[in-house]
C-alpha cells in the first residue's frame, strides 16, 4: 500500500465538490483498496499515545461556527480492534493507550467521506503525542512500514501551510503569501530529492518554516508519513493548492500508483 499525506483545510470539504475532493475521490479510484487505514490527524493532538478502539467510533464534530449541514454529517466506517492491536505492537516499547472514547475527528472523515464515501473500510486513529519532538515522531512512524506490507493505508491529515492568524477570512481565493509559497516549494523540492532530514528538523528551515507551521499540529502528520518511504517509492502531488493566502492543500502521496 502506499502512504499519503492529505492537506484537508476547511472542515466544510467534507461538503464541497472542488478540485482538493475531487482529487481526493480520484485517488479513491485508482488506489487499491486497503484493509484497513490507520490516520494520523493534527486534531487529535494530545499529550500521550493512543489508538482508537471503538468498533463503531463516532464521528467527532470538533469545530463551531459552521452550518448544521455539516454538524449531520456521519461517516460510519467500523474500526478495528485488530489492527490498533497490531499498532500497539509495532510501536512497543512506547506504551500505547487503547482509547474507546475517541472516534473519528474532521481531519480524518473530511478526506474520507471523498476517498471512501461507502465508508466501509475499517479506520482507526493514532493520536499525536504533544510532548514529544519531531524526530521523535519520525522515528516510532518508523516502526509502523510493515503496515503497508498488510493491506493497510497509512495517512496523515494535517497542512504543511496552516496559519490561520493570517488567513484571508471571506477571500478563499486568495494566492499564497510569498513566505508560504516559498516554504511549500522548498518542501516540495526536498521531498522530490527525497531529502527528508530538513523536513523533518523543520524549525532550523528559518522564518519561512515558522510562519507557515506556527504549530507542530497540522505538521507532524507529514512527518508520519514521510517516515513510511522505501527505496524505489515514488513521491507524487496528486492535489495542490492554496486556500486563504495560509494553507497549503498540497497532498503528498509515496508509492502511489
Known sequence: MPAIFFGHGNPMNALYRNAYTEGWSALGRTLPKPRA???ISAHWYVPSTAVTVADAPRTI??????PPQLFAVRYPAPGSQALATRVRE????????RDEGWGLDHGTWSVL????????VPVVQLSIDETREASWHYQIAKQLTPLRDEGVL???????VHNLHT??????KLGPYDWAARFE????????AKDFAPLVDYEALGRDAHLSAPTPDH????????AQYRDGDEVTFPVEGFDGGSISMLSVALGAA
Open 37 to 39: 487505514i490507520l490516520s
Open 61 to 66: 464534530h470538533d469545530f463551531g461556527g459552521f
Open 90 to 97: 509495532l510501536l512497543a516499547p512506547v506504551p500505547v493507550l
Open 113 to 120: 467521506v471523498h476517498v471512501y464515501p461507502d465508508a466501509d
Open 154 to 160: 497509512i495517512m496523515g491529515s494535517g497542512n504543511l
Open 167 to 172: 488567513y484571508a477570512w471571506g477571500n478563499p
Open 185 to 192: 516549494d522548498r518542501a516540495r523540492r526536498l521531498l522530490e
Open 219 to 226: 505538521y507532524l502528520p507529514l512527518v508520519y508519513v514521510l
